[in-house]
């Protein structure tokens, strides 16, 4: 096996089905099979998860939403997506938890580091929810910061693209995939895969990133075990 922790990052909207909007239970299993499938593998996941499904908060700017107010909706979609996706991962048979970045008991764990590890080295699913607990931050830039705090081996973000482009696929023809690039690279070329936040964190922490495609069954599995998916963005 390639890695022995990653942390996974999942957008609200792939959640959302081919639609993009709430969440589709077709979708849920789906996305709990994979994982479960890596867990029982040996794999260490810790997961997060965007809310845009749900709400995003910097599209409420201007509409009669501060970012602040916007932002803190947002938070609160991830923790929703997380209960979810940790009800299905729990029906495949893997235990699951939901930790959040500000504290919410009843409703999930308040986040700490040293439990989400080890509670992943028993076994489980780490969902951290909640971006990092503040505004002006996006959940990749959350996933970033997770993935360095519980010494991931990689960040892998898993989309609806197969990869990393030179312009979004989805709107244009000629646009041409990477099977890896620089984290210099897709930061001058302002590359939309991730925020310029998080390849920062990920630069100064070498981190590397895997971009694929979650929605083609096995991709997962395939890329833990080593096989060439999706883009790779390294130092």
Same mark, same amino acid.
């Given at each position: 096996m390639k890695y022995r922790r990653v942390l996974l990052k999942l957008s609200g909207e792939s959640l959302g089905g081919p639609a993009g909007k709430g969440i589709s239970e077709e979708c849920l299993s789906a996305y709990a099979r994979e994982i479960a499938a890596a867990v029982r593998a040996g794999l260490q996941?810790?997961?997060?998860?965007?809310g845009g499904n749900i709400f995003r908060g910097l599209s409420g700017v201007g509409k009669g939403f501060d970012r602040v107010g916007g932002d803190k909706m947002g938070m609160l979609a991830?923790?929703?997506?997380?209960?979810?996706l940790s009800m299905a991962i729990r029906s495949e048979g893997v235990e699951a938890e939901v930790y959040t970045a500000t504290p919410m008991m009843p409703v999930a764990k308040y986040y700490m580091r040293d439990d989400a590890v080890a509670f992943m080295e028993k076994g489980g699913v780490a969902l951290i929810a909640g971006g990092t607990g503040n505004p002006f931050f996006t959940t990749d830039s959350g996933a970033a910061l997770r993935a360095l705090e519980i010494g991931a081996d990689a960040l892998l973000k898993g989309t609806r693209v *197969?990869?990393?482009y030179t312009a979004d696929p989805e709107k244009d023809p000629n646009a +041409?995939?990477? *099977?890896?690039?620089?984290f210099d690279k897709a930061m001058?070329?302002?590359?939309? +895969?991730?925020?310029?936040?998080a390849f920062a964190l990920c630069r100064e922490?070498?981190?590397?990133?895997v971009v694929f495609d979650m929605n083609v069954s096995g991709n997962l599995s395939s890329l833990i075990r080593g096989e060439k998916v999706g883009t790779l963005v390294h130092v």
């Open positions: 996941i810790a997961i997060v998860i965007g991830t923790v929703i997506n997380s209960l979810g *197969d990869g990393v +041409v995939r990477y *099977d890896e690039l620089t001058s070329d302002r590359l939309k +895969v991730m925020d310029q936040t922490g070498n981190m590397p990133i």
